[in-house]
């Protein structure tokens, strides 16, 4: 579970131009070691907080998205400050428009979304060591195992009203 117990969250570019609001706590967070995400990030892992689109509440202007390849080959949209190019968040083809994968780095407090679960453990940097008490798994993982009930059950809702149709990748 997440610690964010003080909502909203806060976040946005190192510019200023794309500030935005979490409404509600995320779906779920993910540390993804995959190979992919240390490329974009330029680091060991990303950390992405999974949550519905219309509860991210734009506070200034609109970040830019910016097609960009995945693992998968369907692709992802990167979103991107038209200004400082900082990335904010993604939507990858899996999930579709109706999910968020927000950069936990761009929040004002990121200390406050630790991940949920640690993906594709299989290619994480050797010196990163995983704490104990994590999930943890080797590539990705069934959300019915792992997702708390009340995140199983806004993803249901988002569905019912059309959106976010398919299985939410990494
Ligand atoms: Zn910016
Ligand atoms: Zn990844």
New binding site residues.
């Given amino acids: 579970m997440t610690s964010a117990d003080d909502l909203p969250l806060e976040g946005g ?6 500030r935005f609001r979490l409404a509600s706590r995320p779906l779920f967070v993910h540390c993804c070691h995959c190979t992919w995400c240390q490329r974009e990030s330029g680091a060991s892992f990303a950390l992405n907080a999974m949550i519905e689109s219309e509860r991210v509440e734009l506070l200034g202007g609109a970040p830019e998205l910016v097609e960009t390849p995945s693992a998968s080959g369907a692709g992802q949209r990167i979103a991107r ?1 038209p ?2 190019r ?1 990335a904010v968040w993604s939507h990858y083809a899996g999930a579709g428009d109706a999910i968020r994968f927000v950069r936990v780095g761009t929040l004002d407090e990121p200390g406050r979304l630790p991940p949920d679960i640690h993906i594709f453990t299989a290619s994480k940097q050797p010196w990163v060591v995983l704490p104990p008490g994590t999930p943890a798994v080797p590539a990705y993982y069934d959300r019915r195992t792992y997702w708390p009930a009340e995140s199983l059950e806004r993803l249901d809702a988002l569905r019912a009203r059309g959106a976010g149709r398919h299985a939410p990748p990494s």
């Fill in positions: 570019c190192t510019c200023r131009a794309v400050c200004r400082c900082v």
